[in-house]
C-alpha cells in the first residue's frame, strides 16, 4: 500500500459498498476522522480514551498491510 492510499484509507471510515467484508471482519473500525471528531465534540473523557482509538487505528493499519 502506498502512503498516499494509507493516508486516504485512514482518514474516513471504511464504505461498506466499496468493501462489504470489511464489516464481517472488523469488529470496531477506527479512523482519523472519527478521532479528530470524538476530539472536538469531547466525547472522550481521558487521554486514556484517545489513546485506546489511536492504539486501535495502528492496529487496524498494521492488519490491513499483512493483508
Not at 471510515?13 to 467484508?21: A, F, G, R, S
Not at 476522522?33 to 492504539?55: C, N, P, S
Amino acid at each position: 500500500m502506498q502512503k498516499e492510499e494509507a493516508q486516504q484509507y485512514f482518514n474516513r471510515p471504511v464504505d461498506p459498498t466499496e468493501h462489504p467484508d470489511y464489516v464481517s471482519r472488523v469488529q470496531k473500525p477506527m479512523d482519523l476522522g472519527t478521532v479528530h471528531g470524538k476530539l472536538f465534540m469531547e466525547v472522550y473523557d481521558t487521554v486514556e480514551a484517545v489513546l485506546r482509538d489511536v492504539q486501535l487505528l495502528g492496529y487496524l493499519g498494521k492488519a490491513a498491510k499483512n493483508s
